[in-house]
């Protein structure tokens, strides 16, 4: 268990609609970042916020959003969602903004039908 | 071109077989390298990390880096059916502010028992 909890585990949801995933850091990390894993892209990072402030950001579509909040857990905000957003959503944390050991959390599968 | 190619296999050896695993990369800015285990349904967990080039070595595993052929492996001795799984190369530049990896499309492997 790496300490970092992420809900749901899955979801299953129709095209255009919207979802929320949320995630909790280990206690004491302040960095999050979110990553999508599928079968033909592999493991892409998304987003990272410390301490409440984006920090960086690699190839997140205009549709998704993200924010961490005072209590230092995050949400991933996919909209307008399309049969190609289906894959898995991982949260990890860190204690760093930099580079440093990453925890991954258990992931949400997301479904798009 | 992606930035780290990773033959996804699958790779299936016997037990006890010396398994080697490798990612090309193309940015020569790239300093940390490291290794994730990924079990089926699982997060990926750091299995190890090295800075710049040279060997590092862990129990049955030893990271190697490189960075004049951009090139890095992973071998596993001794390999045991507890070791069936994905690994994952990923990658982080120098000099960086964030903690933004790149991951390679990650290597299935079985052991048979």
């Known amino acids: 268990d790496s300490g970092v909890t992420q809900t749901p585990k899955h979801l299953i949801t129709a095209t255009g609609q919207r979802v929320t995933l949320r995630c909790s850091p280990r206690s004491g990390d302040l960095s999050v970042y979110w990553y999508q894993q599928s079968l033909d892209q592999g493991l892409q990072f998304l987003i990272q916020y410390y301490n409440g402030e984006e920090r960086a950001k690699g190839n997140i579509l205009e549709r998704f959003s993200a924010q961490q909040f005072p209590d230092l857990h995050s949400e991933l905000n996919l909209s307008s969602l399309e049969l190609g957003d289906s894959a898995l959503y991982f949260c990890?944390?860190?204690?760093?903004?930099?580079?440093?050991?990453?925890?991954f959390g258990p992931g949400t599968r997301l479904t798009v039908l | 071109q992606k930035e780290v190619e990773q033959d996804p296999g699958p790779l299936s050896v016997p037990e006890g077989a010396i398994v080697s695993l490798n990612c090309t990369y193309s940015n020569s800015a790239f300093q940390y390298f490291m290794w994730y285990r990924q079990y089926s349904r699982k997060g990926p967990e750091l299995l190890m990390y090295?800075?710049?080039?040279g060997n590092k070595e862990d129990g049955r595993f030893t990271a190697q880096v490189d960075k004049s052929s951009k090139y890095i492996s992973l071998f596993i001795r001794d390999s045991q059916p507890s070791d069936s799984a994905t690994y994952l190369c990923a990658m982080i530049a120098r000099p960086s502010n964030t903690g933004k990896l790149i991951f390679g499309q990650g290597t299935t492997l079985q052991v048979k028992p």
């Open positions: 990890a944390s860190s204690g760093t903004p930099a580079w440093n050991e990453q925890f």
């Open positions: 090295t800075y710049s080039s």
